[in-house]
């Protein structure tokens, strides 16, 4: 059965430290979600990949998070410096061509003290 | 005016019973339409499209009126294991991107 994956399932930093967090999509699927998740704004889409290129990171506060795909089967999410406020759950999804359905990983539940 | 709108509840039904869920969008170029699930401290999961004659899952049924903006989940027959947030979501046109309601939580008890 086919999944999302994503590392570390959880973090707990201090206030100015580096955090990346990883992704592995499901096999075949070309395009690639971030996503935060807080009780007061809902899921927020973060940035997207479509065949390891940035389409979409308006989402993102540029000055302190980056996204890459640097292959096929990896994407990565870095906040640096971090900030309590960015403490949040951040999924990554992935789907096909076709758009539409997106499948959901397991979660990085990020606190930042 | 908000994307994508639902009452966020809790709706708390006993189990057996009917209940059914809301949800507005304001993109009125949307094409596709879907209910996803989310359990506690889970990921949100897909439960099923929503296409435009309305289409039927067991004991879930999902309608859509375009002209209304309008997008609906009917669960029959509760269970206790349907507890959870039901996530009303719309694509935006011409893109791969999803926009997501804040939910609605359902709550069955015994």
């Known amino acids: 059965d086919a999944r999302v994956t994503q590392t570390p399932r959880h973090k707990v930093t201090e206030m100015g430290q580096e955090v990346t967090m990883r992704c592995q999509p499901i096999l075949g699927h070309n395009t690639v979600f971030w996503y935060r998740q807080t009780m007061m704004q809902g899921l927020e889409l973060l940035a997207y990949?479509?065949?390891?290129?940035?389409?979409?990171d308006s989402g993102m506060p540029k000055d302190r998070f980056s996204a890459e795909m640097p292959d096929a089967t990896l994407a990565t999410l870095k906040i640096q410096p971090s900030e309590p406020r960015d403490s949040a759950v951040y999924f990554c999804?992935?789907?096909?061509?076709?758009?539409?359905?997106?499948?959901f990983g397991p979660g990085t539940r990020l606190t930042v003290l | 005016r908000k994307e994508v709108e639902q009452d966020p509840g809790p709706f708390n039904v006993p189990e057996g019973a009917t209940v059914a869920f809301n949800c507005t969008y304001s993109n009125s170029a949307s094409q596709s339409f879907f209910w996803y699930r989310q359990d506690c401290r889970k990921e949100p999961k897909l439960l099923m499209s929503?296409?435009?004659s309305g289409n039927e899952d067991g004991r879930f049924t999902a309608q859509l009126n375009r002209a209304s903006q309008y997008i609906s989940l009917l669960i029959r027959d509760s269970k206790l294991s349907d507890s959870a947030t039901y996530l009303c979501?719309?694509?935006?046109?011409?893109?791969?991107?999803?926009?997501f309601g804040k939910g609605t939580m359902l709550l069955v008890s015994p």
């Open positions: 929503v296409y435009s």
């Open positions: 999804a992935s789907g096909d061509y076709r758009g539409g359905k997106q499948f």
């Open positions: 979501v719309v694509n935006n046109a011409g893109y791969s991107t999803l926009t």
């Open positions: 990949f479509r065949n390891r290129a940035p389409l979409d």
